[in-house]
């Protein structure tokens, strides 16, 4: 299989993990849009210790299981994934190369699992349904009055969209310092200094000259023109603080459909969700890139699962990289993981082939651990599957 300059494959040559493809879009991406896709908020305590807590996990391996073949399915939504891995949704995928969310869905699909379309994508809800198959699913952000966040729910919903994750989790924006040293800010700047460093990328500037999408397409004015800094400063002026939960019960009200929280960290906060009227939690610090000094969402998620679980599915997000830490979100309850920064690596390395080769990665080293754990299927995988922490030893003993 051929991913652009190098050749994919699954034994030799290429890419052969999430880190390889990040290594690639590290080369590929103007020093400002990486900032916008690596960065944390404020120390970025909580961006490290997402991808560590799935690592203080250790998994069991048993032996002589008698495991010919490995089912990685599970139920979503109401949707049959072939992996339980879905793409979170992202926003400005243009940016990082401009088949952007239309390259994410198809890939998922093709991998048989879903695209979560942010209200942020710069392609259209309407665009994405139409090019890429029907049945993904959309994430709301609730930007603006009711008026807005109705005529979005009414969009998805005429477009196809099975599924609705509304992100909670971001009331004003997080100080994402090293975005804001770039002029990736809501204001976007372009100093002599960083002019210099887009010339240094002429194939990413001749990419977005081609695909032209640098926008958020949703926001835009119908038939206007799709300019970053007009519809950034649009999201800006129509951030909601003063959202409550009557407000995310109204949003139940206007959607059919399974409805998901994304950006729940708190036990008190998922049985609120779930008695709003949500089908499902996203146990989710949004990357990292909002409150620093947050739990990690591996740690955040058990009590959750305590909470909710068995009264609503329960995701996650934040920090998963491999087919480990898979397994150890499934281990902890999870009934599927969201993936966020991973496809945007692949997608900068080669658009859609490079999405498609992450979601190859990842479920071919899922497949692998539970494998070599003797596990038969990722549904079956449970708190029995993880070996306990050992408690610190007492000093002096």
Do not use: C
Request: no cysteine.
């Amino acid at each position: 299989m051929k991913l652009g300059p190098f050749t994919l494959s699954r034994t030799t040559g290429g890419p052969a993990t999430v880190e390889d493809l990040r290594a690639l879009a590290r080369r590929r991406l103007p020093a400002p849009v990486l900032a916008y896709l690596e960065n944390g908020a404020d120390e970025e305590v909580t961006l490290g210790r997402n991808r560590e807590a799935w690592r203080d996990h250790r998994v069991r391996q048993r032996v002589l299981r008698g495991v010919r073949e490995v089912d990685l399915g599970v139920r979503i939504a109401g949707t049959h994934l072939d992996l339980p891995v879905v793409l979170a949704p992202v926003g400005l995928a243009g940016a990082y190369h401009g088949s952007g969310d239309l390259a994410a869905a198809r890939a998922a699909r093709a991998a048989g699992t879903r695209s979560i379309v942010s209200t942020g994508a710069t392609h259209t809800l309407e665009e994405v349904a139409g090019e890429a198959g029907g049945g993904h699913w959309f994430q709301l952000y609730p930007w603006g009055d009711r008026e807005l966040t109705g005529g979005l729910l009414r969009r998805a919903s005429t477009a196809g969209y099975q599924a609705l994750f509304v992100t909670v989790d971001v009331p004003v924006v997080g100080n994402r310092l090293g975005e804001r040293r770039l002029g990736m800010s809501v204001e976007p700047v372009v100093t002599p200094s960083t002019a210099a460093g887009y010339a240094r990328h002429p194939r990413w500037l001749a990419m977005q000259a081609r695909y032209r999408r640098l926008s958020l397409a949703n926001l835009a004015e119908p038939g206007g023109p799709r300019r970053i800094a007009d519809t950034v400063r649009r999201q800006s002026i129509a951030m909601r603080p003063d959202l409550d939960w009557d407000d995310l019960a109204w949003m139940r009200d206007q959607w059919d459909g399974p409805m998901y929280v994304k950006g729940v960290l708190d036990p008190e906060d998922a049985a609120l969700a779930v008695r709003a009227g949500a089908d499902g939690i996203v146990v989710s610090n949004h990357g990292g890139r909002q409150l620093d000094g947050t739990p990690a969402t591996a740690d955040a998620l058990p009590g959750i699962v305590a909470e909710v679980g068995g009264r609503a599915q329960v995701l996650v997000d934040g920090g998963v990289r491999t087919g480990h830490a898979i397994a150890v979100a499934l281990a902890l309850g999870a009934d599927a993981v969201l993936i966020g920064r991973p496809w945007v690596y692949g997608l900068a390395a080669d658009g859609q082939r490079g999405v498609a080769r992450v979601l190859e990665i990842l479920d071919a080293e899922l497949r692998r651990t539970l494998h070599l754990m003797g596990v038969r299927a990722a549904a079956d995988l449970a708190g029995r599957h993880l070996v306990p922490h050992e408690a610190p030893p007492i000093p002096g003993r």
